[in-house]
């Protein structure tokens, strides 16, 4: 029982040494075929300079991109005139994801600097504020490095395009009703005239 007991706690104390799978944001690097700069309201308009946000969400492959969390912290946007539209390189973990060629699903999530330096908060605020623009990438499927020891094998965000972040909020859209509401409409108005 003794035994079975510490090799269980040995077991369990090495669980947090195991690590994540951890991924490069870089949003440009031609030697792993990515080139994509983040947009302002159009894809091939303003690029994003360096007081805009951007970070990277993930988890396992098949997580609903609604639940998938903050990998590492916000970053800016490069500010010189030659790099402007892409991010500031750096390594973040993906949560739940281990190293071994084991395969996330991430997104990357954009906004404006007037939102603030978190997502949930330029995503709450863009509901409301038509000046707060927010956007997401497109899902981008990557495979996580061998151990974390394989600086080479480290991945970055191959398949990801370029993207535009844009209003959300701050206005009321209303729906303009179908052909067939508006014939029905009409018919129904006419018989109720004919009644007269």
């Known amino acids: ?10 077991v369990l104390a090495s669980l947090p040494a195991l690590g994540q799978g951890t991924v490069n944001i870089e949003t440009r690097n031609t ?58 390189s750096a390594l973040v973990e993906i949560p739940g994801v281990a190293y071994g060629g084991n395969k996330a699903d991430l997104v990357l999530r954009a906004w404006s600097p007037n939102g603030g330096t978190t997502w949930a908060a330029a995503s709450a605020l863009a509901l409301t504020d038509a000046a707060v623009h927010i956007g997401q990438s497109g899902l981008i499927t990557i495979t996580t490095a061998a151990s974390a020891q394989d600086a080479v094998g480290i991945p970055g965000l191959v398949g990801l ?3 535009a972040i844009d209003s959300v909020g701050g206005n009321v859209v209303i729906p303009e ?20």
């Open 1 to 10: 029982m003794k035994k079975a007991l510490v090799i269980l706690l040995g």
């Open 31 to 88: 030697n792993k075929g990515i080139d994509a700069p983040i947009f302002d309201v159009t894809v091939g308009g303003t690029k994003l300079n360096g007081t805009y946000w951007a970070q990277l969400f993930g988890g396992p492959t098949g997580t609903a991109i609604s639940a998938m969390q903050a990998c590492g912290n916000p970053v800016n946007f490069r500010a010189t005139a030659a790099t402007i539209g892409y991010l500031n």
């Open 161 to 163: 395009k370029s993207f």
């Open 177 to 196: 009703p179908s052909t067939m509401a508006l014939c029905l409409l009409g018919a129904a108005a006419q018989l109720i005239r004919r009644r007269k």
